[in-house]
C-alpha cells in the first residue's frame, strides 16, 4: 500500500491466481507475516484480534453449554502415544521430538503436542473414579505444533492456535449426545459470526479422526472452488478411556470404562473468513468478527476541521459507548479517497464520512464496503443506523456466500461427469458412494477430490455409487480441498 503517491497497489486478481491473491491480501492487509523458521507465522495485531474475536465469542457458547477452560502441558510422553496405536499411526508422520534438555539426553522422547487425546486421558484416569465425577467437560485453548510438508498461512500451518475439547461420560448416549450438540454449537457460530454457510455431516471411515469411531465435520467453500473443513466433532467410543484406563464405579458399583469426545477449531478458520468473503479489492470481514466495524473519515478541507472534528469526537463517543468497535481516521498527509481505498482493502465493513456540510445538516454518510451503497442518515440516529446497517451487511455477506455455494454444488451421476465438472468448474460434486475404500481412493487419484463428508441433508439422495456403479450406501459430498 503506498500512500498518497498511489492508491492501492495491485491485487492479483482471483481469476487470475487465487492462491496469489489470498497471499497479497493477507500481507497487504497486515494480517501476518512470516517467521524465520519454515511453515509458522507470525500474527500481526489485525489478525491476531481476528482470532480473539472468535475465540470470545465461541468461548461464551462453550460456558453457556457447561464447559470449563483448563489447560494441560504441551510436551507429551512417547509412551502416551504407544497406548492407542491407531492415534500414533495417524500423527506420527506430523510429530516433532524433543530429545535433548540441559544439554542431556532424555530418557524418554518428548513429542510437542499435535493434539491433547493422550494427555488429558492420563489425568482424566486420576480424575474420575465415580459416576458422581462424570461428566468431565473441559477446553483448551492452546498452540498445537504439526510438521506440515506443505503450509498456507492460517490454513495450514506447523504451528497453529485451536482449542479442544475433551470430555468423559458415563454412557454412550451421552457421550454421542455430546459430539452432536458441539458439531451444532460450531455450525451456528461459523454460520452466524462468521457468515459462512457450511455442510454438516458424518466423515468417511478413511477420512476420520485417528483413534475415534465417528468423526463429523463442517465443511465450508471457499471462492476457488475447494473445501475447507471448518470444524470437527469426534465420538471416541471407549477406545481412548481402554488405552488409559479411565474406569468409574458405576450405579450398580460396576467398574466401567468412560465414553470420551473431543472437538476442535483452529486459525484456520481466519483463512476459510478470508476466502469466502474477499474480493478482488482486498478483505471483506463480516461485522461480527471484524476488529474494526466502522471507520470514522472526516471529510473537507483543513480550514473546517475546527468544526468538523468536534462533531466527529462525539459521534465517536457515541458509537464507542454502544459497542460499535470503530476508529476515526484523520490524517491530513493522505486524503479521503486514499482512506477509502485503504479501509475496503482492509475489510472494514463499514465507513462514515463527515463533512463541513454534513456538520451543517446534522447528516453522516454511511457506505457499505460489500455492497457499496451509500446511505445518507441524521447524525442524532447515527447508532441506530450503523448498527442496522451492520447487520444488514452480515445478512448480505452470508446470503452472497450462500448463493456462490449454490451456483457451485453439483448434484452427479457418474466419475466422468465429476471429472468434466472439476475440469471445467469449481465447487462441490454430491454424488453416490457404495462405501467401499477402493471406490473412494479411485475418485481422489482421478480427480483429486476427496470426500467431505456424508452430509446429513443431502439435496438428493442417489441410488448408484459413481465409480463402480453398484448400490449406493451413501449420499457424499466431493471436493478438492485445503
Same mark, same amino acid.
Given at each position: ?129 465415580? $459416576? %458422581? @465425577? ?9 498452540? *498445537? /505444533? ?7 498461512? &492460517? ?30 454449537? $460450531? %455450525? @451456528? ?9 457450511? *455442510? /454438516? ?7 476420520? &479422526? ?95 476541521r475546527d468544526v468538523v472534528m468536534p462533531r466527529v469526537d462525539e459521534l465517536f463517543a457515541q458509537l464507542k459507548a454502544a459497542g460499535v468497535r470503530t476508529r476515526v481516521d484523520d490524517r491530513s498527509d493522505v486524503s479521503p479517497g486514499w482512506k477509502f481505498n485503504e479501509y475496503e482493502m482492509r475489510g472494514v465493513p463499514l465507513r462514515i464520512e463527515i463533512g463541513p456540510r454534513d456538520c451543517e445538516n446534522g447528516q453522516a454518510v454511511l457506505v457499505s464496503r460489500v455492497s457499496g451503497e451509500k446511505r445518507v442518515v441524521q447524525q442524532a440516529n447515527l447508532v441506530e443506523e450503523v448498527e442496522r446497517m451492520l447487520e444488514e451487511i452480515h445478512h448480505d455477506m452470508f446470503e452472497r456466500a450462500k448463493q456462490f455455494r449454490e451456483d457451485n454444488f453439483k448434484s452427479l451421476e ?69
Amino acid at each position: 500500500m503506498a500512500k498518497e503517491k498511489g492508491f492501492v497497489t495491485e491485487i492479483t486478481p482471483q481469476s487470475e491466481d487465487f492462491s496469489r491473491w489470498y497471499i497479497d491480501v493477507i500481507k497487504k492487509a497486515e494480517l501476518m507475516d512470516y517467521s524465520p523458521v519454515r511453515g509458522c507465522i507470525v500474527f500481526r495485531p489485525e489478525g491476531y484480534e481476528l482470532w480473539e474475536n472468535i475465540q470470545r465469542d465461541l468461548d461464551r457458547r462453550f460456558k453457556e453449554t457447561g464447559h470449563r477452560n483448563a489447560y494441560f502441558p504441551l510436551f507429551i510422553p512417547e509412551s502416551f502415544f504407544q497406548k492407542e496405536k491407531e492415534h500414533v499411526e495417524g500423527f506420527n508422520p506430523e510429530l516433532p521430538w524433543v530429545t535433548e534438555a540441559a544439554g542431556e539426553k532424555l530418557e524418554e522422547r518428548l513429542a510437542v503436542r499435535p493434539t491433547s487425546e493422550t494427555m488429558f486421558g492420563h489425568m482424566y484416569a486420576k480424575w474420575i473414579q465415580s $459416576y %458422581r @465425577d462424570l461428566p468431565v467437560l473441559i477446553n483448551q485453548w492452546a498452540n *498445537v /505444533v504439526r510438521w506440515e510438508k506443505r503450509t498456507l498461512p &492460517f490454513l495450514r500451518t506447523s504451528e497453529f492456535l485451536w482449542q479442544e475439547g475433551h470430555t468423559a461420560h458415563e454412557t454412550e448416549t451421552e457421550a454421542r449426545e455430546e459430539t452432536m450438540r458441539m458439531l451444532h454449537v $460450531y %455450525r @451456528d457460530f461459523v454460520q452466524d459470526f462468521l457468515a459462512i454457510p457450511v *455442510v /454438516v455431516g458424518q466423515k468417511t471411515p478413511s477420512e476420520k &479422526f485417528a483413534g475415534a469411531v465417528d468423526t463429523y465435520s463442517i465443511e465450508a467453500m471457499m471462492k476457488d472452488g475447494r473445501a475447507v473443513q471448518a470444524g470437527t466433532s469426534h465420538y471416541l467410543g471407549t477406545n481412548f478411556a481402554v488405552a488409559f484406563d479411565i474406569k468409574f464405579l458405576d450405579r450398580e458399583n460396576q467398574l466401567q470404562f468412560t465414553h470420551t469426545t473431543s472437538w476442535g477449531v483452529s486459525t484456520r478458520l481466519i483463512g476459510a473468513l478470508i476466502m469466502v468473503h474477499g474480493d478482488d479489492r482486498g478483505l471483506a470481514l463480516p461485522p461480527k468478527v471484524a476488529p474494526t466495524q466502522a471507520i470514522m473519515i472526516p471529510i473537507g478541507p483543513p480550514k473546517t476541521r475546527d468544526v468538523v472534528m468536534p462533531r466527529v469526537d462525539e459521534l465517536f463517543a457515541q458509537l464507542k459507548a454502544a459497542g460499535v468497535r470503530t476508529r476515526v481516521d484523520d490524517r491530513s498527509d493522505v486524503s479521503p479517497g486514499w482512506k477509502f481505498n485503504e479501509y475496503e482493502m482492509r475489510g472494514v465493513p463499514l465507513r462514515i464520512e463527515i463533512g463541513p456540510r454534513d456538520c451543517e445538516n446534522g447528516q453522516a454518510v454511511l457506505v457499505s464496503r460489500v455492497s457499496g451503497e451509500k446511505r445518507v442518515v441524521q447524525q442524532a440516529n447515527l447508532v441506530e443506523e450503523v448498527e442496522r446497517m451492520l447487520e444488514e451487511i452480515h445478512h448480505d455477506m452470508f446470503e452472497r456466500a450462500k448463493q456462490f455455494r449454490e451456483d457451485n454444488f453439483k448434484s452427479l451421476e457418474t466419475l466422468d461427469e465429476m471429472k468434466a465438472f472439476l475440469e471445467d468448474k469449481r465447487g462441490f460434486v454430491e454424488a453416490g458412494w457404495c462405501g467401499s475404500a477402493a471406490c473412494e481412493k479411485t475418485v481422489k487419484e482421478e480427480t483429486g477430490a476427496t470426500s467431505r463428508n456424508i452430509p446429513f441433508e443431502p439435496t438428493s439422495h442417489k441410488s448408484t455409487c459413481l465409480v463402480c456403479g453398484e448400490k449406493s450406501e451413501h449420499t457424499v459430498v466431493f471436493a478438492r480441498a485445503y
